[in-house]
């Protein structure tokens, strides 16, 4: 059974940095894209980053420039490493595996 669990939420001042990490256990982990996606209450949860096994990396535009998605293969985990944080970065963030496979989400709040 796949289980992704996501860490490093939390709250941080406008400007700010935080660094989520997403392990994964029962499942190959190395040739399948990950992915971080956020949501905030009342709208579609969005992509926010990707990783496909190859390490090619795709950004969705408002984070492009202060969000970094990474992997660690040997970890079965993936990162993402989030800089200059804006209040409109708040949402619960969402790792996911393959398109398929969700974890449970991590609160980020954006304080002013």
């Known amino acids: 059974q796949v289980q992704l669990v996501e860490s490093g939420g939390g709250l941080v001042q406008a400007g700010g940095s935080l660094r989520l990490a997403c392990a994964a256990s029962?499942?190959?982990?190395?040739?399948?894209?990950m992915a971080w996606y956020r949501q905030v209450p009342g709208k579609q949860r969005e992509l926010v980053a990707a990783?496909?096994?190859?390490?090619?990396?795709n950004y969705a535009d408002s984070v492009k420039g202060r969000f970094t998605i990474s992997r660690d293969n040997t970890k079965k985990t993936v990162y993402l490493e989030m800089n200059s944080l804006k209040l409109e970065d708040t949402a619960v963030y969402y790792c996911?595996?393959?398109?398929?496979?969700w974890g449970q989400g991590t609160q980020v709040t954006v304080s002013s």
């Open positions: 990783i496909t096994s190859g390490g090619i990396t």
């Open positions: 029962g499942t190959i982990f190395s040739i399948y894209t």
């Open positions: 996911n595996l393959a398109s398929r496979s």
